[in-house]
Nanobody, 127 residues
Framework: QVQLVQSGGGLVQAGGSLRLSCAAS????????MGWFRQAPGKERDFVGV??????????KYVDSVKGRFTISRDNAKNTVYLQMNSLKPEDTAVYHC??????????????????WGQGTQVTVSS
């Protein structure tokens, strides 16, 4: 059982930065891939990025629209994964969710591949 508690978010001007946090319970935290998704009003929940680790290496994937602007990182001592968002744009406005699971390689962007979800946090970028 994994519980994910999110923090961060808020209102920021275009070009600004925010950092979202996702704190996970359980000693098995490092076994899970941690994904970030976002859902804008009236739209589907879309993949943002994922961090996963295996064989002593860490792997990242990002949707094209955030590459170079968003960075996922982790602090294992705190059982926390972060989404650093820079150069924010109004189109980044959404509710952001973190998720934990064991996505099949190549299916990391699929919502159904994840087993646990954070409560979501609002990110609003003004123009």
């Amino acid at each position: 059982q994994v519980q994910l508690v999110q923090s961060g978010g808020g209102l920021v001007q275009a070009g600004g930065s925010l950092r979202l946090s996702c704190a996970a319970s359980g000693r098995t935290f490092m076994n899970y891939a941690m994904g970030w998704f976002r859902q804008a009003p009236g739209k589907e929940r879309d993949f943002v990025g994922v961090i996963r680790w295996s064989y002593g290496s860490t792997y990242y994937k990002y949707v094209d629209s955030v590459k170079g602007r968003f960075t996922i990182s982790r602090d294992n001592a705190k059982n926390t994964v972060y989404l650093q968002m820079n150069s924010l744009k109004p189109e980044d406005t959404a509710v952001y969710h973190c998720a934990a699971g064991f996505p099949v390689q190549g299916r990391e962007a699929i919502v159904g591949e994840y087993d646990y979800w954070g409560q979501g946090t609002q990110v609003t970028v003004s123009s």
